[in-house]
């Protein structure tokens, strides 16, 4: 039997991870196999870059700790060597960032995520990778709003043109 302090130190990690879950719009849970020291290293490297927090833990506490906030059907994706990575404030990055290398090592596997509380399967998560950036998506739709007006603006322009063009040529036959 676990010592009182190991049972301590166990529910303190629980109990850190749920609060993570909890806090977090979104997270990607991936079986992360066969990947190289090399590229595990840029993978973290990149995550953080990201503003993303990439931890391997058990997966009894990482059950424990998807219990505790409501997801529980991620449990049955717990096997194996896991890791999961989870975004504070950017629902698409840890999506984004896994999907990446993902595509380039064959070894590395999506297993599931969750977004906004509740339980996502692998192809959901790879469609919100797919989504793109929150700049680009304002700068679209920005755009959107600004194409009208200058289409509007430019026939005010040619009827100023044109009625400004009549109006010396009317006077000059007077």
Known sequence: MPSKSILEQKQAV????????RNSPAGVLVNYQGITVD???KLRKALRESGVKYMVMKNSLT?????EVGLGDMKQYLSGMTAIAISESDPVAPAKVIKEYAEKIES???????????V?????VMSLADIPSKEVLIAKFL???????????YALQAIIDKDGEAAPAADAQA
Do not use: H
């Not at 755009?143 to 603006?153: N, Q, R, V, W």
């Open 39 to 41: 590229d595990d290293t």
């Open 108 to 118: 590395f596997e999506i297993l599931a995520g969750y977004l906004d509380g509740a």
């Open 63 to 67: 059950g424990r700790a998807c219990d």
């Open 143 to 153: 755009g959107s709003i600004k194409s009208p007006l200058y289409g509007f603006a």
């Open 120 to 124: 996502v399967d692998k192809n959901t």
């Open 14 to 21: 629980v109990a850190d991870l749920a609060e993570m879950l």
